[in-house]
């Protein structure tokens, strides 16, 4: 049986895939971008680093050359046209509509390219650099549980302020996990330049007669995860996982798990903005303990259950008659509340204010969640991590 490293190349649009076999130097949109390297993959797509040229065939440029390089998001063929139909239309309007700058995708355009497996979609965006998960996992290798609260706090505002911007257009983002904050990108003095340069692509494989290209994220801007308020009210950090965006009217994707939000989980399953402040809840919690908040992988029932234990809360009245909400056990004395979970990590006060904070998103009757508006210009704790790089000094 063929194996690949990554994404499965050889599977097709009838098999559920159907990924777009690149090679280093290939040329997309009839020889506008010439791929630079691979950037990354997921479920639906493959991302790229290329080089755009201009109408008159020659590389984009300015003073240092970085802003020749920008990102192609290529999605399987199997995909596609439900992007063009679903996502497109989001990415085209209600997140260009904007007043304020959204810092991913920075969608610049879209083409269709022909592979062996059939058409993909492809976006034009902004380059990103190294996801937030090598400073969690940095942290994890110094031991510890984990990341330090300030560093947490100024995530928070980070994705607050992008999710206000975001809700003010209707628009949920649904995907508001760890693997969704990305950093930027050095730019400016050839800084992109030279460490492309300075960083080749490994050797193209070819197997099953297809070429393999390994992933090579743009490591050129990082930080250390115990790095003090003032460098870190600084960092190129961003909110990005715009893949799964809606407006209304929201309906829950059977793929996503949403962070075990609870109105996901009834007999008749919904979504919205809050689900969006739920999942923040919920990565705020691991970022601050290293740890999961729910584990439960049951039925419905029992993760409503295990959500209950943890918060001490109540369902919603209006839930009552929901086949799920009737069938969740009996309580479970010996389930550690979220207030004894973050006292394990945390001090005392560090505990309770986080605390206070979390209460604010982790609600199990959405219509009691905080806005991102809200929190983002009105929780303190948020705005600890807000403040300019000026206030620690």
């Not at 777009?20 to 691979?38: C, M, S």
């Not at 022909?114 to 990103?128: A, P, Q």
């Not at 369902?315 to 010996?334: E, F, T």
């Amino acid at each position: 049986m063929v194996s690949f490293p990554e994404e499965p190349l050889n599977l097709s649009a009838a098999d559920g895939y159907g990924y777009f076999p690149a090679d280093i130097n290939q040329t997309l949109n009839g020889g506008e971008y010439t791929v630079v390297r691979k950037l990354g993959w997921g479920p639906r797509s493959s991302t790229w680093l290329v080089q755009a040229k201009d109408e008159d065939g020659t590389y984009l440029d300015n003073e240092d050359g970085d802003y020749q390089y920008c990102a192609v998001q290529v999605f399987t063929v199997a995909q596609s046209k439900e992007v063009e139909s679903k996502l497109l239309p989001i990415v085209q309007n209600e997140l260009s509509r904007t007043d304020e700058w959204i810092h991913f995708p920075n969608y610049f355009d879209d083409f269709w390219e022909k592979s062996v497996h059939g058409d993909h979609l492809c976006f034009v965006m902004g380059v990103y650099g190294l996801p937030f998960s090598h400073v969690v996992q940095a942290a994890a290798n110094s031991g510890r549980a984990g990341l330090p609260v300030h560093v947490v706090q100024y995530a928070s505002s980070v994705i607050l302020e992008a999710l206000a911007v975001l809700h003010a257009e209707k628009v949920m983002h649904a995907g508001v996990e760890l693997k969704s904050i990305v950093f930027s990108v050095a730019r400016g003095d050839g800084d992109l330049m030279k460490h492309i340069a300075s960083t080749p692509p490994a050797k193209t494989q070819i197997i099953d007669g297809l070429p393999v290209v390994r992933s090579q994220p743009i490591s050129n801007y990082k930080v250390k995860w115990d790095e003090p308020m003032s460098d870190v009210s600084n960092w190129m950090l961003h909110l990005s996982g715009f893949g799964y965006v809606q407006v209304p009217p929201y309906a829950p994707e059977r793929e996503l798990d949403y962070g075990s939000a609870p109105e996901t989980l009834l007999e008749n399953p919904t979504c919205g903005l809050a689900t969006d402040i739920w999942m923040l809840g919920c990565l705020v919690f691991q970022l601050l303990t290293g740890k999961q908040l729910l584990t439960s992988t049951g039925t419905g029932a029992e993760r409503l259950g295990e959500i209950r234990d943890v918060l001490q809360g109540i369902i919603p009245d209006a839930w009552q008659a929901d086949g799920h909400v009737q069938a969740i056990p009996d309580a479970n004395g010996s389930t550690r509340t979220l207030e004894q979970r973050l006292k394990e990590v945390l001090s005392e006060d560090e505990a309770s204010a986080a605390n206070a904070f979390l209460r604010k998103c982790l609600v199990i009757d959405p219509a009691g969640r905080k806005s991102a508006k809200d929190l983002e210009l009105r929780d303190g704790w948020v705005k600890e991590g807000s403040k300019c790089s000026c206030c620690y000094r």
